[in-house]
């Protein structure tokens, strides 16, 4: 049966822009804040005094940034709406020493970042980005958005064994892409990298450089019902949230202060200065309450009224592995957004958020599915419990079931981002 399009697929093109467009933490900072400033929100310092003023605004710091919007008329005491999201995927980074190579080829020493599903990154046309760092201090964003690196699978015939063992990879010694022919110099990587960047190699004293795959997102499947991409876990989140915000903003008579919180390092555990564990987001509300005037009291009110909905991506269900869910949650792709439980809080949801959630899918004329894992199968966690368990701050999780989770190119349904959008816009506006 062919299903026709439900829905425009404006959103959608637009995810596909986005996720284009950011293949690094940093470079998902910078398109959100361009984004912003276009739907009139201005950045603010850390390092500046903050006032009272009603509008808004965002704060950013590597690979997070923190957008909310204050309504006229709130008070210190308003509670806010948060959308909780993650700027970074599992990828391959520059090591610090990074000119390597052997029997004539040139490669680049990599770190694995997060749970990388490493045979996905195996015979891919791979780009190199991220931000590089001057001697005066200043960042300076590089997207070398070409083929540039591969890390070559063996060939079968020197591997025979390998479609009945499986693809093993040592972490170290077969992950290590090729990038070029002759001998190693040391100093290379980067003064290519400067060149590239039109930067004098002298210049540059620190770098955060990753791969990324060069191909770009694509509608798949008979009816273009499904989006194949990278990074969509978790940048669809980003995108939706972002939408929802700049969309919120524009409805009379907003009852909370609705926040766009996209963290940095959630995919090897949030503890940074930049991530979910951090004290970021924390320091931004709590300045925000005292900046209207508010007093401790202000901001515990506050607090205990706030919600936020950390989303992220989910697992559908596998045609191939159906067996490794559970049998009676089976999330679809353009099933709607995912509302995702674990009585052991991997998840934070619990009945009342899910009331929450429900009610904002029911305001958006969204359908809701829900995910739960398999009890012999562990369940992956977010930023969610660990938002609430930071910030005291009621917390649900939800998000897009898709295949392929943490691999180079995932895929969801060509539906799914708008469906994840309207909901989050409906729960912002309250
Ligand atoms: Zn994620």
């Not at 060939?155 to 022919?181: C, E, F, S, Y």
């Not at 559970?326 to 439980?341: A, I």
């Not at 966690?381 to 701050?393: D, E, Q, S």
Request: hydrophobic content about 40%; glycine content about 10%.
């Amino acid at each position: 049966m062919s299903s026709a399009h439900r829905f425009d697929r404006g959103h959608t093109d637009d995810l596909m822009t986005f996720l284009a467009a950011s293949p690094s933490p940093y470079h998902a900072v910078a398109n959100t804040a361009e984004r912003l400033e276009k739907a009139g929100f201005r950045q603010v310092a850390e390092t500046d005094a903050w006032d009272a003023q009603a509008g808004g605004k965002y704060v950013t710091r590597g690979g997070a940034i923190i957008a909310w919007y204050v309504p006229e008329g709130a008070t210190a005491a308003t509670p806010f709406r948060i959308i909780g999201a993650h700027t970074d995927s599992p990828n391959l980074r520059v090591k610090p020493l990074p000119d390597t190579g052997t029997h004539g080829w040139q490669q680049v020493a990599v770190e694995l970042y997060g749970g990388t599903l490493l045979n996905t990154w195996l015979d891919r046309d791979l780009g190199l980005s991220g931000r590089v760092t001057l001697r005066d201090g200043s960042d300076h964003l590089v997207n070398i958005d070409r083929p540039l690196l591969r890390v070559p699978q063996l060939a079968v015939h020197l591997d025979r064994t390998v479609n009945q063992d499986g693809v093993k990879l040592d972490k170290q010694r077969h992950m290590t892409p090729i990038w070029g022919l002759g001998h190693v110099t040391e100093g290379d990587l980067i003064r290519f990298v400067a060149e590239e960047a039109g930067l004098e190699a002298g210049q540059i004293s620190g770098w955060d450089l990753m791969t990324h795959s060069v191909e770009a997102p694509a509608y798949l499947g008979r009816d273009h019902e499904l989006l194949a991409g990278p990074r969509m876990d978790n940048l669809l989140s980003v995108h939706a949230g972002l939408a929802a915000l700049t969309t919120a903003i524009g409805s009379e008579g907003l009852p909370y202060i609705p926040v766009l919180a996209a963290f940095d390092h959630e995919e090897n555990g949030s503890q940074s200065d930049t991530g979910a564990e951090g004290p970021l987001l924390g320091n931004v509300l709590e300045r925000s309450v005292f900046a209207r005037g508010g007093s401790y009291e202000d901001k515990a009110r506050a607090f205990a009224g706030t919600i936020c909905l950390s989303s992220d991506t989910g697992h559908a269900v596998h045609p191939n592995y159906a067996e490794r869910h559970e049998p009676g949650h089976h999330p679809m792709p353009n099933g709607g957004p995912l509302l995702k439980v674990n009585v052991n809080q991997r998840y934070a949801t619990d009945g009342s958020g899910r009331a929450v959630f429900a009610a904002a899918c029911e305001r958006a004329g969204v359908p809701m599915q829900h995910f739960v894992s398999n009890n012999s199968v562990p369940c992956g966690t977010t930023i969610g419990p660990i938002t609430a368990a930071r910030h005291g701050i009621s917390t649900v999780d939800i998000g897009v079931a898709i295949l392929s989770m943490h691999s180079a190119r995932e895929l969801c349904g060509a539906d799914d981002p708008y469906l994840l959008a309207a909901a989050l816009t409906a729960f912002l506006e309250g």
